[in-house]
C-alpha cells in the first residue's frame, strides 16, 4: 500500500515538474492599444494552469499634459481693455516652456514686451508665480483654460505679482497602466481590471522609456486557447494614453 502510494505520489510530481511549453509574446503599434491575433491560436495543456509576466515596455514619452482640453489663456497689453486669444499646441509641457511660449505670444502681440510676463514654479509652495508688469494682463476665465495647469482660479489678472490659489498640476499622468485582457486577479481601487504592470517614466519628456520589472509578476491566464489578445496603456484613472501616434 505504501508502495502505491509512494508511485502515485512520484507521478503526481513528476507531471508538476516536467517541461512545459512556455512562449515569448512581442506586439507594438503606433497607438496605445494593440489588438493581437495569434494565427494558429495558442492552446494551454489540458489539466495545466499557465501565468503570464510583463518582461519590458518600450515606448516615448510623448503623452501630453496640455490638449485641446486645457490649453487656451487671453492675453492684454491695454490692462485687459481688449484681449487675444492664444492656444497652446498639443504637447508635454513644463512651467518653463509655459513661460517660453507666453512671452513669445506677448512679444508677437506686443512687438517686443515679453519682458512684462512671466511665470515660474514656488518649490516651496509648490505652486505658480505669475509676474506682471507696466500694462500686461491675463485672463484665465476661458473655454478650455491653462489655469488648472498651473493652479490659478480663473479670473483675470493685472500688474503685479500673483501666487497661484492652487498647486500645479503639471503632472496629468501619475501612473502608466499597462492591461491585458487575458489575465486575472488585478484590481484598480479595488474593483477588478486586468492590470498586467504600472510604472511611471524616469525619463524627460521627449525621450524614450524602456522599463524592465526587477521581479516579474506573473498573473493566470484566462483562457484555454488563445486566438486574440489586447494590450492597452491606460493613465492611474484608467483613461486610455494618448501617445500620440509614436510606438
Known amino acids: 500500500m505504501e508502495t502505491s502510494t509512494t508511485t502515485e505520489l512520484l507521478k503526481e510530481i513528476s507531471k508538476h515538474t516536467g517541461f512545459k511549453s512556455s512562449w515569448y509574446i512581442t506586439v507594438s503599434a503606433k497607438e496605445s492599444h494593440i489588438r493581437t491575433i495569434f494565427s494558429p491560436p495558442i492552446n494551454v495543456p489540458k489539466g495545466c494552469h499557465y501565468e503570464m509576466a510583463l518582461c519590458s515596455v518600450e515606448m516615448y514619452y510623448s503623452f501630453p499634459n496640455i490638449s485641446e482640453t486645457n490649453n487656451a489663456i487671453k492675453l492684454s497689453n491695454d490692462e485687459g481693455k481688449t484681449w487675444h486669444l492664444v492656444t497652446f499646441p498639443k504637447g508635454c509641457y ?114 524614450k522609456i524602456v522599463n524592465r520589472p526587477l521581479n516579474l509578476i506573473y498573473l493566470p491566464i484566462t483562457l484555454n486557447e488563445i486566438s486574440e489578445m489586447n494590450v492597452w496603456l491606460s493613465d492611474q484613472s484608467g483613461e486610455p494614453l494618448d501617445t500620440r501616434g509614436r510606438s
Do not use: W
Not at 512651467?95 to 519682458?115: A, D, P, Q, S
Not at 493652479?151 to 492652487?166: E, I, M, N, P, V
Open 94 to 207: 513644463e512651467i518653463n516652456t509655459i513661460n517660453t511660449t507666453l512671452k513669445r505670444e506677448f512679444e508677437r502681440m506686443t512687438k517686443g514686451k515679453g519682458e512684462d510676463i512671466y511665470i515660474a514654479g514656488d518649490p516651496t509652495t509648490l505652486k505658480s508665480v505669475l509676474t506682471l508688469k507696466n500694462k500686461a494682463a491675463v485672463d484665465f476665465n476661458t473655454t478650455n483654460s491653462v489655469a488648472s495647469v498651473l493652479g490659478f482660479t480663473k479670473k483675470d489678472y493685472k500688474a503685479g505679482r500673483h501666487l497661484s490659489q492652487h498647486i500645479v498640476n503639471i503632472l496629468r499622468v501619475n501612473s502608466i497602466i499597462v492591461n491585458c485582457d487575458i489575465v486575472a486577479l488585478s484590481r484598480r481601487n479595488g474593483i477588478a481590471a486586468p492590470i498586467i504592470y504600472n510604472f511611471f517614466p524616469n525619463v524627460a519628456p521627449g525621450k
